[in-house]
């Protein structure tokens, strides 16, 4: 390819509403454009990257027993609207405001498909028949979309994104736990051949639903999610799921109640301060409101609150959470709640208290009096108050304790590429999914579900592999192997032979860009650098009086002069050397 023909061109400076990061990498090295907030035009240099993310996707599914469809984006809503037997939400609840939605010309509600599992099972329902049509590993490829509120990040939070999901039917838990671990695999070899440094963390199964849940996180500093890793064991795991120690406090003899004034002592670190105290030795009480029902929240002060497990809890208490928020002033006065002073004293029967384990590790609590500029010291558990669900929710933490080793817990700052769940039956029991086993009795398919952001992938790429120049593309995935830069073009010589190195490295099959402007070396160095390609070939006065054509890797400062008769063949040994990445 051309530059002097690209659709594109590169920008020198960010546009003024860029977020940083890859989004401003990838605008301005000419691979995206944004048309909204959340919603990106892939242009050539951008979609030959996922091309090649997508090959290497296909290839390592296929390799797996994938078997590849295309389902539709367009589904019905009664789809989403089946309520499981136990009476939990229904999909159209769990996903709540993100989920598209429309009203075809016959009144009939559809929505826009974020993932599939729906439309897959009815898809296994009609084919398979008997235990001997398992097991089944159905994939695709397609776009899906997610109404996120806030779109951020560049490409790793978007509103409209390409995606491959992959779903597993099988028999029995066994086959299940063997289809798990073959993607799981799978997937270690995606992405150690886009050439990322990751994690593999326990995770939260979200709006998905089922078990065992597993995130693939690429660490980068610009990644939205905190993984905890112990430094002894291989315990890692999304701070949404992971477990840890609570560290318990001395048990002292109960004291009687004593309420204290404590004048502008809002916040726990106030309170600490003020009573000289130290934070675990307070009650921690945060109020939030779900399907208008009032939840108070209550856990030791040295911990914060994990809103994702507490939305599970308040899932399997059978509880809608799609609109789970902090209660507002409005909220907290109709349950006669005084903001900033409240705790689990003395509440009616209609707020469903949910306590943290930690508060059974300590007693003589200090809380507050549910007035203003007043605590309450010496509060234990169950003498002064109630608590209707103990459930872990809190945050593990930075220096937390491992709960399998004793070792410490440390954070990871990532950005999840792909997520793989044990589904169970959850979908097949809803939609009657069912198979003849050996005996002939028909049971439920075990699914499993296994999904890969492959635009998010490009976005992830860049912001680990970057400098202050621009992009630095692995090889496998880089949207040409080569850049070919011709300089002093208006010397006949300098155009002839640039020209002949662009056909002969064509003929090669080597991918390339030649940059064939009439523009200067600093213009033509500086996009090489923004663009990205990971080698870099240059035709030049000084390089033809040295004795050939300098190359250098993007990675790389040292360049070297290669003779013009060997410059195909030592391009195309650097792509083989290159080309497998090993893991970072």
Known sequence: MRVSQQLTTTLREAPRDSEGGNAELLTRAGFVRQLTSGVYSFLP??????????????????RAGGQEVTMPVIQPKELWEKRPADGGPTRVEG?????FSLTDRKEREMVLGPTHEEVVTLLAKDFVRSYRDLPQLIYQIQVKLR????????????REFLMMDLYSFDANEDGL??????????????????????????ADSGAIGGKDSHEFI?????????????????????????????????????????EVYTPGCKSISDLASFLHITAAKTLKAVCYVAHGRVILVALRGDLEVNEVKLTNTL???????????LATDEELRAADIVAGFTSPLAKSAGILIIADPSLRQGNNFVAGANRIDYHVKNVNYPRDFRVDIWEDIASAYDGATCVRCGGTLSTQRGSEMGHIFKLGT????????????????????????????????????????????????????????????????????????????YADLLAAGVEELFDDRRESAGIKFNDADLIGLPLRAVVSKRSLKNGGI????????????????EVVSVIQEEIQRFQHPQPR
């Open 426 to 501: 959850k979908y097949s029991e809803l939609f009657d999914a069912t198979f003849l086993d050996a005996e002939g009795m028909a049971r439920p398919m075990l699914m499993g579900c296994y999904g890969i952001g492959i635009s998010r992938l490009l976005g992830i790429i860049v912001e680990q592999c970057h400098d202050e120049k621009g992009i630095l593309w692995p090889f496998s995935v880089a949207p040409y192997r080569v850049a070919l830069l011709g300089l002093d073009l208006e010397r006949p010589e300098n155009q002839a032979l640039a020209e002949q190195l």
């Open 177 to 202: 736990a063997n289809s798990y671990d073959t993607i799981r695999a799978a997937y270690n070899a995606v992405f150690t051949r886009c050439g990322l440094r990751f994690l593999t963390i326990e």
């Open 315 to 325: 899932y399997r208490a059978g509880i809608n959470a799609a609109d789970l928020h």
């Open 147 to 158: 109404d996120e509120p806030r779109p951020r990040g560049g490409l790793l939070r978007t």
């Open 45 to 62: 240099l951008g979609n030959r990257v996922i091309q090649k993310i997508s090959r290497i996707v296909r290839e390592e599914m296929d």
């Open 218 to 258: 690429a660490l980068t500093a610009a990644g939205e999610d905190d993984a905890m890793q112990c430094s002894t064991c291989d315990y890692a795991a999304n701070r949404e799921k992971a477990d840890f120690v609570r560290v318990p406090l001395p048990t002292e003899q109960e004291a009687a109640l004593e």
């Open 95 to 99: 996903y709540g405001p993100v989920l």
């Open 550 to 565: 300098e190359l250098k890797l993007r990675a790389q400062k040292e360049s070297r002069i290669v003779p013009l008769n």
